[in-house]
């Protein structure tokens, strides 16, 4: 080998270079209702899957429509054991980062400035949240008073395509292990649910929720 090949040979590969979307891919949710919530906790316990918070909680919930079905919400949140009040964001669905520029003196006080922000008071309820994290999987198990159990996966946003292939074959293959079909799978978070749930009554003859 001579000198040239053996600088060829020495060098090393270049990497193929991943492509990265402009826009990053937001944070998708997956939800399957729940027939026994405590023998899905026990089967994510046992799989390695780590308990990282929860409790019982009054919600006040608020949200804005920004076209096509994508919602953001905020919850006016209240601890069932301490009285507790904090405000909750949930905006996986949009790309826009909000900006509040109010002063915090409560809880309570920011929501009265939330109808000034485009957001409308839509429902209460009383839940019980038992939160878990698998690998980059984000598990709430969560049960609502009057609507049902379900079980919710939050993946991660990324800006690349093949990562969200892997985060969706990761996902459901949990999915299977705790005994669930791919078909009773519904692809949006618990929140929307339950919203689309208080308007059915008021669209029957007009088909299913999803």
Same mark, same amino acid.
């Given at each position: 080998?001579?000198?040239? @090949?053996?600088?060829?040979?020495? #060098? ?7 492509? #990265? ?28 899957? #780590? ?10 919930? %608020? ?10 919400? %905020? ?14 964001? @949930? ?16 809880? %309570? ?9 485009? %957001? ?28 049902? @159990? ?55 003859? #007009?088909?299913?929720?999803?």
């Amino acid at each position: 080998m001579d000198l040239p @090949d053996l600088l060829g040979f020495l #060098k090393p590969k270049t990497q193929k270079k991943m492509h #990265k979307l402009k826009w990053p891919l937001p944070e998708m949710r997956l939800t399957v209702p729940l027939k026994d919530v405590n023998e899905t906790v026990t089967k994510m316990r046992k799989g390695g899957a #780590k308990f990282v918070g929860g409790g019982e909680f009054a919600d006040r919930v %608020y949200r804005k429509e920004y076209g096509s079905g994508a919602y953001a919400y %905020y919850l006016l949140r209240t601890d069932a054991r301490t009285e507790k009040e904090s405000l909750v964001f @949930d905006g996986y669905m949009i790309q826009e980062k909000e900006r509040l520029n109010l002063d915090v003196v409560s809880a %309570y006080s920011l929501a009265e400035n939330l109808p000034q922000m485009g %957001y409308e008071e839509v429902f209460n309820r009383q839940v019980t949240e038992r939160r878990f994290l698998s690998g980059f999987l984000r598990a709430l198990v969560i049960e609502v008073d009057g609507l049902g @159990d379900f079980l919710e996966l939050a993946l991660p946003e990324t800006k690349v395509d093949k990562t969200r292939e892997l985060q969706e074959k990761t996902a459901f293959k949990l999915l299977e292990k705790l005994g669930f079909k791919k078909d009773e799978v519904i692809p949006v978070d618990v929140l929307t649910i339950q919203g689309l749930s208080q308007q059915q009554p008021k669209q029957k003859g #007009k088909g299913n929720l999803f």
